[in-house]
């Protein structure tokens, strides 16, 4: 009796380590590309990607996660890549932030937005709500119901917790690469 | 503080029934009736909060040390079964009044999603073993809330004024989704406290 | 109530069409469904689990000892989940982003051990077969039903595969709730509403004619 479901889950494991190992280097590689994707959509001019010890990361803003500094052909530093994730309304909000060496954010994108509110907070993923972020300087404030000027951005109408997370996100990814670039 | 986000966030913010869509089965099942509701939320709890106990362990201590976290559905299930088998047997011995009263809902728990559902959350949210001992008692009763209000709610809706064609289930769910919206309400609470 | 044919086997299971007759594998159902994409994978997943575990218990059910029945079941039916989760992950990384835990979680949905226990413990792997993959093509219709009904509704919108179905949508300010639990509820409820009243109206359709043609005598005899 204990034999049968003994075998029975001897089998089922066998079963699931064969698949894993199957579809594991797949998952691997798969994960690897989009980073390597999301890194060069958010700093285009870097050639390569070096990531960040997580210790150098210490101190940082609770939402940073990890860091790469980018280099270009010539080994140069380009800038640094900051991945975080602050708390959204639903969850949290996990972007790539793109700084060039001067301080400026190159490019954010936004990674997944998955549990914000379709429609409202949902819309913090579009291109015309991230593109707001190019060009900017540490320190961005939100503006609500006017256009933007200067070193700010404008909430999506009727979104602003979620707007605020990723601003939130955005100038402590900011600071933390202001203090990798100091750093080397 | 952490714990208390936990606990407020389980039981209304991320209500395991009216957010998370968890343990429905059971949730239309037994709330009919208001007795049936507290043999059964209890039994929920119990059983939410000694799986997260037991699964977090497996999970931390067995599993991923030994690179194995994609047997974590098979050997997840396999504890809460049995667990459920286990709790069944003692209150049987200890207690037969109440395993009278618990006896058919016990069982029913190995399938309830929100059991399975809880101890999987705990292991994608990251929680060490406290937080995932309080979320997993925040899961259940939440989920004995959720089925209390509603267990209330349906005592009193069926009836002559109810169309034919939306009696019984179908009002439930409309009732149901009702409570959900009102649920809805709680989505941003610690946000609103903190901004 | 019993088929004999694998055919009929395959008809009924299709007909129990889950959650709406057989109202069973409701978290799901419920969860994934924001859009009509989603039920088509999830649906697909189940139709995958269930009749692979059916067979194999069917196949195994002389040599599975009574009171060890349901661990096994367990086991079974958790090994496919876990193949299919892994292979979603691997090959439809954004469709397993989007369903989640829901994937883990087809092992404790009540159609499957409902089925196993029901159906494949009695019969054949063949009928066993026809009627995991029945119910399981009646379960992927149901909830691609409630999920294209939400996203046109939550949406304005229904893009399957990549292909938008409606252009730029649909001419009219789409009601977000739809897509959110509440939704959920409403459209299910109003959909077993909707069942119930065809239903009743099929049966007031056979009743009425002998009501009105038979002879109290005849009723007698018959």
């Known amino acids: 009796m204990v034999t049968v479901l003994f075998l029975v889950c001897a089998v089922a494991g066998l079963a699931a380590a064969a698949a894993n190992g199957v579809t594991e280097p797949i998952i691997a590689q798969q994960q690897a590309q989009a980073l390597q994707q999301g890194l060069a959509e958010v700093l285009p001019e870097a050639a390569s990607f070096d990531p960040v010890a997580a210790g150098e990361l210490a101190g940082q803003g609770e939402a940073v996660l990890s860091a790469w500094r980018a280099l270009d052909d010539g080994n140069q530093p380009v800038g640094v890549v900051v991945e975080a994730a602050p708390s959204g309304y639903g969850g949290p909000i996990r972007m790539l932030v793109g700084v060039t060496t001067d301080g400026t954010l190159r490019t954010m994108k936004i990674l997944s937005a998955a549990n914000e509110t379709p429609g409202l907070g949902a819309k913090v993923a579009e291109p015309a709500f991230q593109g707001q972020f190019t060009g900017l300087k540490a320190g961005i404030t939100l503006v609500k119901g006017q256009a933007p000027t200067g070193n700010q951005i404008q909430a999506v109408t009727g979104a602003t917790i979620s707007s605020r997370a990723v601003l939130d996100g955005v100038n402590q990814a900011l600071a933390a690469a202001a203090q990798l670039q100091e750093a080397r | ?195 | 109530m019993a088929q004999t044919t694998i055919a009929g086997v395959f008809r009924d299971g299709l007909r129990q069409a889950p959650p709406f007759r057989l109202v069973l594998g409701l978290c799901p159902s419920l969860a994934v469904t924001t859009a009509m994409e989603n039920g088509f994978w999830m649906g697909l997943a189940v139709i995958f689990v269930l009749s692979l575990s059916e067979v194999l218990i069917s196949l195994m059910r002389r040599i599975i000892p009574d009171r060890v029945r349901i661990p096994v079941y367990i086991v079974v039916v958790a090994a496919f989940v876990t193949v299919v989760d892994m292979v979603m992950h691997a090959f439809l990384p954004d469709m397993h982003a989007i369903l989640g835990i829901y994937i883990p979680l087809i092992v404790v949905n009540c159609i499957i051990m409902g089925r196993v226990e029901a159906f494949a413990a009695k019969n054949g792997p063949l009928a066993a077969l026809a009627d995991g993959v029945g119910i399981g093509l009646g379960y992927t219709a149901s909830i691609m039903v409630i999920g294209g009904i939400r996203e046109i509704l939550g949406t304005g919108n229904l893009v399957l595969f990549g292909h938008a179905l409606f252009g730029s949508g649909l001419p009219f300010e789409p009601a977000v709730i739809m897509l959110m639990p509440p939704g959920g509820f409403f459209v299910l409820g109003f959909l077993l509403a909707g069942l119930a009243l065809w239903e009743m109206r099929q049966r007031r359709k056979t009743a009425a004619p002998a009501a009105c043609c038979t002879v109290p005598g005849e009723e007698a005899a018959k």
């Open chain 2, 1 to 195: 503080m952490e714990l208390f986000a936990i606990l407020i966030g389980g039981i209304l913010i991320n209500n395991y029934i009216f957010a998370r869509f968890l343990g429905l089965c059971p949730f239309f099942g037994v709330s009919n009736k208001l007795e049936t509701v507290y043999g059964m939320g209890a039994a929920v709890v119990f059983v939410t909060t000694l799986a997260s106990a037991i699964t977090w362990p497996v999970q931390h201590y067995l599993l991923a040390p030994q690179k194995l976290e994609y047997l974590q559905t098979i050997v997840f299930i396999l504890v809460i079964a049995a667990l459920v088998q286990l709790v069944e047997m003692v209150i049987q011995k200890v207690s037969p009044s109440l395993h009278a009263a618990l006896g058919i809902y016990l069982p029913l728990l190995t399938t309830n999603c929100a059991v399975l559902g809880v101890a999987l959350l705990n292991v994608t949210e990251g929680y060490g073993f406290v937080e995932s001992v309080v979320n997993g008692f925040a899961g259940g009763a939440g989920w004995f809330l959720a089925t209390w209000l509603f267990a209330g709610v349906r005592e009193r809706i069926d009836g002559p004024h109810i169309p034919a064609a939306m009696q019984g289930l179908p009002i439930a769910f409309i009732a149901a989704g009702l409570l959900a919206l009102a649920f809805m309400g709680f989505q941003g609470l610690f946000r609103g406290l903190l901004f």
